[in-house]
């Protein structure tokens, strides 16, 4: 009685982490070395994601009847989760880029606005620029029409001031 006393804890926190989150991405990150479990998580820590190691049957408990559900199949072997509750591409983005680096870190599946995905999906959702990128390249496509117009506004009043100067003298 007393180890389901002590699991509760752990089984609300993960649930409070995820509840609310953009997207959940499961790992296993086994034969990390030291060195690249510490960069990724702080990769992942300024990025705002959590990231945490957990027992599969914690985390079963946290997701049951949320859409987390459905990556029960998936917990299988150790793993890590990693939440985003602001950027739904970020956990995917970073561990990624380290999978690619760190050969030994496999993506397992994840979560992300609601839909699951296989580690294939993930890897699909990675190539997704943040929101924030995807936002300067909105407005740096809008702002190169207006600043291509100011240019030729400016180059035609360059023009017309010169044609006014060498005007002046002959007015004389």
């Not at 086994?30 to 959590?50: F, H, P, S, W, Y």
């Not at 990128?133 to 702002?143: A, F, H, P, R, T």
């Amino acid at each position: 009685m007393a180890k389901v006393e002590l699991k509760q804890p752990v089984v609300q926190a993960i649930a409070e982490d995820v509840k609310d989150a953009q997207a959940v991405v499961l790992v296993d990150y086994r034969g990390l070395t030291v060195a690249q479990d510490t960069a990724m998580r702080k990769e992942l820590r300024e990025a705002g994601v959590i990231y945490k190691v957990c027992k599969n049957t914690m985390m079963r408990r946290a997701f049951e009847g949320t859409e987390f559900a459905g990556l029960d199949e998936y917990l299988e072997g150790p793993s890590a989760i990693a939440i985003s509750k602001d950027d739904a591409t970020a956990p995917a983005r970073i561990i990624c880029k380290f999978a690619k680096e760190a050969k030994a870190l496999e993506v397992k599946a994840g979560v992300v606005e609601g839909n699951v995905y296989d580690a294939n999906g993930i890897v699909e959702l990675s190539k997704v620029p943040s929101r924030e990128e995807l936002l300067s390249k909105l407005l740096g496509s809008i702002q190169s029409p207006i600043t291509n117009l100011a240019r030729v506004l400016n180059q035609i009043a360059e023009q017309s001031g010169e044609g006014a100067v060498e005007e002046a003298p002959a007015a004389e």
